[in-house]
């Protein structure tokens, strides 16, 4: 995948003028696999990116957030150790190495960007909080208020983990995200009325004011299958903010022969 879009990315170079930079000011270069986590590979990657002029590294993994922090809001320090050790340790060390990457890339001007699926969450949030099951049909309820609580203290805890993160690319609507309104319905009377549009605002409202305050960016890039769902994702981002960047897939290439 990374070895396509440079490759894209040279020709553009080469059939225009060939001492001039590409005019785009975002040129991303994405990473969508576990070589994001070999350094050597990574490196590799940004050796490239500086030869061809690209200037944002994007480590797309629908569970990045939740890979960096537990929110300790609602798992402290002590509970984690406790019972959690391993999983603790393992945020640790992805905390550690993504502020490393984070370092690499700015050393070569270029910027980083995490892409999510949200919301996304661990499985042990339900277990500690049985309140957002609708208990008529077992399914975990989008609308529950809980989550909002648990965004924003996800990404206040990201942002203090990870300062130099320069912005994230979420994908709210998508049918990968673990919770969403698009997707995840759970059958109470607060689904079923829904205003998915006021759904997805409040999303992308919460996370763009948090990434706002410590000046980055949110980028919203969705591949819903209908113009429906896509609307109702763009009209969600405009309520949210115009400053929300909107980055869009132009084919569906990728699920259609």
Do not use: E, H, I, Y
């Given at each position: 995948m990374e070895r396509h879009f440079v490759e894209r990315r040279r020709h553009v170079t080469l059939v225009g003028q060939k001492t001039q930079p590409c005019s785009f000011?975002?040129?991303?270069l994405e990473i969508h696999s576990l070589r994001m986590f070999d350094t050597t590979q990574v490196l590799n990657t940004l050796d490239i990116m500086v030869r061809f002029g690209l200037n944002a590294l994007i480590f797309h993994r629908n569970t990045l957030l939740d890979d960096l922090v537990f929110p300790e809001k609602f798992y402290s320090m002590q509970k984690?150790?406790?019972?959690?050790?391993?999983r603790y340790s393992w945020t640790l060390n992805i905390r550690y190495y993504i502020n490393n990457i984070i370092a690499e890339c700015h050393r070569r001007g270029i910027a980083f960007f995490a892409e999510v699926k949200e919301?996304?969450?661990?499985e042990w949030i339900i277990e500690d909080h049985p309140e957002v099951r609708n208990p008529?049909?077992?399914?975990v309820c989008p609308m529950h208020p809980f989550w909002w609580e648990y965004l924003e203290a996800k990404m206040d805890e990201?942002?203090?983990?990870v300062p130099e993160l320069d912005g994230i690319i979420v994908s709210p609507g998508t049918l990968e995200s673990k919770l969403s309104i698009s997707?995840?319905?759970?059958g109470c009377?607060?689904?079923?009325?829904?205003?998915?549009?006021?759904?997805?605002?409040r999303l992308m409202g919460v996370m763009h004011e948090k990434l706002k305050e410590r000046g980055k960016r949110l980028v919203v890039r969705d591949f819903c299958f209908s113009a429906k769902d896509q609307t109702t994702i763009l009209k969600g981002a405009d309520r949210a903010s115009e400053e929300i960047v909107i980055a869009l897939k132009n084919t569906p290439h990728d699920y259609y022969p």
């Open positions: 000011a975002f040129r991303g984690m150790w406790d019972r959690f050790a391993p919301l996304s969450f661990d008529q049909t077992g399914r990201v942002l203090d983990s997707a995840n319905k759970c009377d607060a689904c079923r009325n829904a205003d998915d549009t006021g759904w997805n605002a």
